[in-house]
């Protein structure tokens, strides 16, 4: 029997990074009564993740629900960047319609069009929200017009070009569907989720299918599957079958653990749930992304959306430094192998390769920042190990080699718009549309690996002011030779500690990495040369002790200045084809492939004859 569930509403929140998402998720929690009145809650509570909290973006797709006039409203805040674009993927699967965030002055930005078209694919209403309609630079009327020529863009059905329209702020926690009429809370938004979003059906009586959108783990009770319940009903602690996704596997009956629903921010156990909710369960030891639990006399799997391959490789290895071992607790190819394994279980974006050699894996992922994100997170769980350069992934299309490409969007002051243009066309970027007076909003075609080691470079170009983002447009043909790193290394020759004297007297030569007082050994990059080429240079060289006492100012004089310490992030970005990054807990090292000063002179006269 066919039943509506009008007591429930999913719905995911989609959007372009940094337009607010989870700020408005904070405010619908809190006027939708999880919170108590005088309760002290921390900003964006649904970024959990230290990461998260750290560097301001959401990384990872949670669930929530709100109750408002007795319905019960899942919702799922899903990551606004591109590299986390397989977490949309397949949450997009649990929900019946979405709410596309927007800010009011940027309007749709490159990851808009990216979800907006997984969720059209998948036939899902849309409604729009024009987020920061506070702002003081806000053109909240133009960014509607952007957005609906956007859906034309995209194929949209007449269903969807009609989607309504709510203005509101995340921040203040207001909306409005007419922004001559006063906002004073978000019950506008709230009605017309409950008015245009379709409450879930199915067949209540049927077998049990539960398709598994998202893992999380937990070290007492193994691994939690969360998905939407398609059809029948589940009960705590019934014999169900997990029909494994991509085969036609069928493993044996198990018993369910433990079964719970979402409210608020908590996890609440349940004895029984029907048809249409939104649930997590345990008691399947090797459940994985896209899996179906269903009920022991009908194994019947569901389809899985398509997740995007990935573009981006980077060989993982262990590391094999003069310092390798002293600050890692996880050292091993052992234990390096099975952490990247156990990654791609939760990640379906991440592919993970055994390589001809014991202790090196090529993993796979989509972007620099979806990759750097799993090192931090290895680092911070006490892994050591080593990293290559990242290279994009290229493909054979109609017999051509073909390469990925990526759509960048550059909003920056006119006077620094022409550094930019310069700087992205020597790396093979066409420019597709330029915008603005005082501040330019720039559109770029570019190959991803243009792209490596370009964002430094932007800030750079225009004093920090500019803003730049990217997202996978597809494959062309391969565009040719890229004009790598233009300047060299400045690289330690011996090891030890390095010293202000030494320093001193190397700084003219470029800019350095490390400060005084740092452990370096033989091979280690410890600076940018300003020209080309690499350079030995003795950072660890102490001063000769004389009878003779020198004057105080002459010993100030002697002021190291303009130590640059690279992140993570700008450690991927700096190293060449040669060079590798040493991750460790404590650490985060440059060095060369061939540690020896005389074995890479000799490499290199080889490759000159």
Same mark, same amino acid.
């Given at each position: 029997?066919?039943?509506? =569930?009008?007591?429930?509403?999913n ?53 929530t ?10 919702i ?12 949309? $993927? =397949? ?33 899902? /209403?849309?409604?729009?929200? +024009? ?14 017009d ?31 569907l ?18 245009? +979003?379709?409450?879930? #059906? ?24 969360v ?6 009903? %589940? ?10 996704y ?9 018993r ?14 349940? $004895? ?57 607790t996880?050292?091993?190819? =052992? ?22 050699t #014991? ?12 990759l750097? %994100?799993l ?5 911070r ?5 080593q ?49 603005g ?27 920090? $002011?500019?803003?730049?983002s990217?997202v996978f ?15 060299g290394?400045?690289?330690a ?5 390095t ?16 400060? /005084?007082? #740092? ?15 690499d ?10 002790? #004389? ?8 010993e100030?004089?002697?002021k ?14 700096? +190293? ?12 985060i090292?440059?060095?060369?492939? +061939?540690?020896g ?10 490759k000159?004859?």
């Open positions: 029997m066919n039943i509506t =569930r009008e007591d429930i509403r719905v995911a929140i989609i959007a372009h990074v940094d337009h607010g998402k989870t700020t408005l998720v904070d405010e619908m929690l809190k006027q939708g009564g999880v919170f108590r009145e005088n309760q002290q809650v921390n900003d964006r509570v649904m970024d959990s993740n230290a990461l998260e909290r750290e560097r301001g973006i959401t990384i990872l797709s949670k669930n629900a709100v109750h408002y006039k007795g319905v019960k409203i899942n799922v805040d899903t990551p606004g960047h591109a590299d986390f674009g397989g977490e949309v $993927e =397949r949450v997009l699967k649990m929900v019946g319609g979405v709410l596309l965030l927007v800010d009011s002055f940027e309007g749709p930005m490159p990851q808009t069009r990216f979800v907006l078209k997984k969720a059209l694919e998948l036939s899902l /209403p849309v409604i729009i929200v +024009i987020n920061k309609m506070d702002r003081p630079d806000q053109r909240c009327a133009e960014v509607v952007e957005t609906l020529e956007l859906l034309l863009d995209l194929n949209a059905t007449n269903e969807q070009l009609d989607s309504p329209v709510v203005y509101c702020s995340g921040r203040t926690g207001v909306a409005t007419d922004l001559n009429t006063p906002a004073v809370d978000l019950r506008p938004l709230f009605d017309t989720i409950l008015e245009h +979003i379709p409450a879930p #059906t199915g067949d209540a009586d049927g077998a049990l299918q539960l398709l598994i959108s998202t893992i999380d783990y937990n070290d007492y009770v193994g691994r939690i599957g998905g939407r319940i398609e059809r029948g009903s %589940i009960k705590a602690g019934q014999m169900a079958v997990r029909c494994v991509g085969s036609s596997f069928v493993s044996v009956p198990a369910l653990g433990g079964l719970f629903t979402f409210d608020g921010l908590k996890r609440v156990p349940a $004895e029984s749930v029907q048809v249409g909710d939104i649930v997590a369960v345990t008691g399947f030891a090797d459940l994985s992304i896209g899996d179906t639990i269903c009920d022991v006399a009908m194994a019947d799997p569901l389809p899985f959306v398509k997740i995007d391959e990935p573009t981006v490789s980077m060989t993982f290895c262990v590391n094999d430094s003069p310092f390798a071992g002293t600050e890692g996880y050292v091993t190819s =052992r234990h390096l192998r099975a952490r990247l394994f156990k990654e791609t279980q939760t990640d379906v974006s991440l592919r993970v390769q055994d390589t001809e #014991t202790d090196a894996f090529r993993v796979y992922g989509r972007g620099e920042l979806h750097s %994100i090192i931090e997170t290895m680092r769980q006490g892994y050591e190990f990293v290559t350069k990242p290279t994009v992934l290229y493909k054979e299309i109609d017999g051509v080699k073909c390469e990925p490409m990526e759509e960048v969007v550059c909003d920056v002051p006119s006077e620094y718009a022409g550094a930019v243009i310069e700087k992205l066309g020597k790396r093979h970027g066409v420019l597709v549309s330029m915008e007076v005082d501040r330019v909003r720039l559109v770029f075609s570019v190959p991803s690996r243009g792209l490596f080691g370009y964002r430094g470079e932007f800030l750079t170009d225009t004093r920090g $002011e500019g803003v730049m990217a447009s597809g494959y062309e043909p391969y565009k040719g030779e890229i004009p790598t790193r233009p300047s290394s400045l690289v020759w011996e090891t030890g500690e010293t202000s004297y030494a320093m001193f007297y190397i700084q003219d030569r470029g800019e350095l990495f490390v400060a /005084p007082g #740092t452990k370096v050994y033989n091979g280690m990059i410890v600076g940018r040369n300003s020209r080309p080429g350079i030995d240079v003795n950072v660890c060289k102490k001063k000769h002790l #004389t009878s003779i006492r020198n004057s105080a100012s002459a100030e004089a002697l190291v200045t303009g130590i640059r310490i690279l992140t993570l992030e700008e450690a991927l970005d700096y +190293i060449d084809d040669d060079e590798l990054v040493e991750i460790t807990p404590k650490s090292r440059m060095r060369k492939k +061939i540690l000063t005389e074995a890479r002179k000799k490499l290199e006269a080889r000159k004859n």
